[in-house]
């Protein structure tokens, strides 16, 4: 499983369901359990500092027009769609994020989830 680190309020629209595409200025051919990890930025009144959802990534391709309700925000050039699934909200488990993606712990990665991530 790999996780990726976000700002909030980015994290906790995916862990509602709301955010479906999360995007970036570089594409990733890893597919499977994605850990999305809410960044200690404080934000309002929403969860920091550690995993808040389990997704499920199964492709990640440019990002087009049609794709900025599901991303939450405007095309931008270089962007690429990570395309999410199956997302379901975890209670805070705290852990220091990283830059990219990223391999949570083995003890943090026993407190997931993902054998019920369905593809």
């Given at each position: 499983?790999?996780a990726?680190s976000l700002?909030?309020p980015?994290a906790?629209?995916?862990?509602d369901g709301r955010?479906?595409?999360?995007?970036?200025?570089?594409?990733?051919r890893?597919?499977?359990?994605?850990?999305?990890?809410?960044?200690?930025r404080?934000?309002?009144?929403l969860?920091?500092?550690?995993i808040i959802?389990i997704?499920?990534l199964?492709?990640c391709?440019?990002?087009a027009?049609?794709?900025?309700?599901?991303?939450?925000?405007?095309?931008?050039?270089g962007?690429?769609?990570?395309l999410?699934s199956d997302?379901?909200?975890?209670p805070?488990?705290?852990?220091k994020g990283?830059?990219?993606?990223?391999?949570?712990?083995?003890?943090?990665?026993r407190?997931l989830?993902?054998?019920?991530l369905m593809?």
């Open positions: 499983m790999k990726l700002r909030q980015w906790s629209l995916i862990a955010k479906t595409i999360e995007t970036r200025t570089w594409r990733t890893y597919r499977g359990a994605l850990a999305i990890h809410a960044s200690a404080p934000h309002d009144d969860p920091t500092g550690g959802a997704a499920w199964y492709d391709r440019p990002m027009a049609d794709d900025e309700a599901h991303a939450c925000i405007p095309l931008y050039d962007a690429y769609a990570w999410l997302v379901q909200p975890v805070l488990i705290p852990c990283m830059l990219g993606l990223w391999t949570p712990s083995e003890d943090i990665a407190m989830p993902s054998a019920q593809t």
